[in-house]
Nanobody, 126 residues
Framework: QVQLVESGGGLVQAGGSLRLSCAAS????????MGWFRQAPGKEREFVAA????????FYANSVKGRFTISRDNGKNTVYLQMNSLKSEDTAIYYC???????????????????WGQGTQVTVSS
């Protein structure tokens, strides 16, 4: 099993930046594909970004492509989400998740992820 703890959320003005971190406990972090999802009030959880076990491949939702960057440091058991040029529509709770099956290919689908963090709030003021 793996436990995930997100941090780095907060309040930022539109156009600003934040970096989210997700620290994982457990010995097999490097064998998991990792993803970031978000959920805004009244909306369903949606895919944001994913990264394969090695970090060689990354995937993004169209809404964040070119503004967000996902990365990982397997030596620190941590995955990051750098968010630049933030918009009010990025306001949501952001969750990181671990996928034990598709570590080599990544996944856009929440149902494919086995473990989830508790989430961190990101609020972008316009």
């Amino acid at each position: 099993q793996v436990q995930l703890v997100e941090s780095g959320g907060g309040l930022v003005q539109a156009g600003g930046s934040l970096r989210l971190s997700c620290a994982a406990s457990g010995r097999r972090f490097s064998s998991y594909g990792m993803g970031w999802f978000r959920q805004a009030p009244g909306k369903e959880r949606e895919f944001v970004a994913a990264i394969t076990w090695s970090g060689d491949s990354t995937f993004y939702a169209n809404s964040v492509k070119g503004r967000f960057t996902i990365s990982r440091d397997n030596g620190k058991n941590t995955v990051y989400l750098q968010m630049n040029s933030l918009k009010s529509e990025d306001t949501a709770i952001y969750y990181c998740a671990a996928d034990s099956v598709r570590a080599y290919s990544g996944s856009y689908y929440a149902r494919d992820y086995d473990y989830w963090g508790q989430g961190t709030q990101v609020t972008v003021s316009s």
